[in-house]
């Protein structure tokens, strides 16, 4: 006998076919997972926002995923890298006004240099900040020996998405060679666990080619991983990817960001304790996207506080939001957001991911 939605929300444990169908639930059921998985934030993990000033210090990137704008494979984008200098004054801003964490990300290099660099980085980082700030990086797959030297120099965090858990479907999106392949990025997530990260990963939604049991296979996929954090939002096409000829073929824009806010809030009731990320992705389709996403279970936030005049060069997707703002006019108008959407922000508080904590025994 097939089961309400009102049965499925009452089961402690959910089995793929309960996902498949919570995920393809009209606006009745909808409302009752959103109902439920704000609930269980308030409960479990509170009304608190967390920040991680997000700094895209570079567009440069080895790698040619065909949904990404700044793949290595598009000529039409201005490759930047900033300054170590200019990168620590974003620290140092993230600290004074109190967010407490900051997220590097670039696109994604392999070369010593770049290695030693982040190293230097990290540890410049804890210095000029009494040794408080805390640090999430988001640089791509590396060698374990990698990510060791990098959770040594103060890393604690990674986010490295898995884009697909499906192989099959990571393989439409990726090109088909070592640099791309599935096993290796499971492998990443496999060590940066091991080495002691809080591990985040997440996908993108309504991909050409992608199910809705794809889906529900990735929400299973982050429950059986035991994954720490989870950042994922719908996909936004851009003109100059490959994956762009496959545009007739997406779901249309709102429906992809609706898609994303159920995925968040299933995930909010699957996995009680973790850290959600508003992926600002979300924001591209619709203004309120992110505050939304608080709404039904999202609970951290990554402010951009990259130097503007980059800004605009580091666009893995179209109508990316506040790319003409300073990073002040950033924080200034989203604390009033986030108050709307019935949260607090949580200043100088790193914000852990509870799983993480009960995962380690903390
Ligand atoms: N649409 C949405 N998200 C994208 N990302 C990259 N390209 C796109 C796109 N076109 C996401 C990927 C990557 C993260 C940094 O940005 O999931 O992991
Ligand atoms: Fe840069 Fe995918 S295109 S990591």
Sequence with gaps: MVKTIDEILEQSHFSREDVIQLLQTDIVGRNKIYTRAAQIKTQYVGNKVFYRGLV??????????????????????????????AILYAVKYAYDNKYASVVFQSGEREDKAFIKRITNLLHKSKEIT??????????????KEVYKEWFDAGAHRYLLRIESSNKE???????????????????ALRDLQEI?????????????????????????????????????????????????????LLLPQVERFNLALKMIAILRIMMKDINIA???ALQAIDKAGREKALKVGANIIMPNITPTENRSNYLLY???????E???????????????AGDTVAYNEWGDSWHYKKRVNL
């Design 130 to 143: 009494n040794n408080e700030i805390g640090i999430t990086i988001s640089l791509g797959e590396q060698t």
């Design 169 to 187: 479907l990571f393989e439409k999106i990726h090109p088909n060679n070592d640099r791309h392949s599935f096993e290796r990025r499971m492998q």
């Design 196 to 248: 002691g990260y809080q591990t985040g990963t997440g996908v993108m939604i309504g991909l050409p080619f992608q199910t809705i049991e794809h889906l529900a296979d990735d929400l299973l996929f982050f429950r059986d991983f035991s994954i720490d954090m989870v950042g994922m939002g719908p996909y936004v096409e851009h003109s100059e990817t490959p994956l762009y000829q496959y545009k007739d």
């Design 326 to 340: 300073s990073a002040d006019d950033c924080s200034s108008c989203l604390e009033a957001r986030i108050s709307i």
């Design 278 to 280: 508003a992926a600002t």
């Design 56 to 85: 895209e210090f570079s567009n440069k990137c080895v790698k040619d995923c065909y949904y990404c704008g700044i793949r290595a494979g598009n000529s039409n984008t201005i490759r930047y890298d900033i300054s170590d200098e």
């Design 318 to 324: 179209e109508n990316k939001p506040c790319i003409d």
